[in-house]
């Protein structure tokens, strides 16, 4: 489209914005909802990482090398 078009019709609506934008880049609404999905799905699994790394971090000994004081001349 060119830009005297864009620049002679009314603004779009936002929601009109970013189907146009989708339209254009080749990616329909069930493209973009299995990419949304997929999103989601990564981002809890990535929290449930998270959390399970924190529980077992509490669950573990003290042991081990520990920080020293050392002093600065």
């Known amino acids: 489209m060119t830009r005297q078009k864009r ?8 929601c009109c914005f970013v189907s146009e934008i989708l339209e254009e880049a080749g990616i329909d609404r069930a493209r973009a909802q299995q990419i949304r999905r997929q999103l989601l799905e990564g ?6 990482w998270q ?10 000994p003290a042991e081990g090398p520990r920080a020293r004081k050392v002093e600065v001349k």
């Open 7 to 14: 620049d002679a019709r009314p603004p779009l609506k936002a």
């Open 43 to 48: 981002i809890i699994l990535l929290c449930q």
């Open 51 to 60: 959390l399970q790394r924190m529980d077992d971090g509490r669950a573990a």
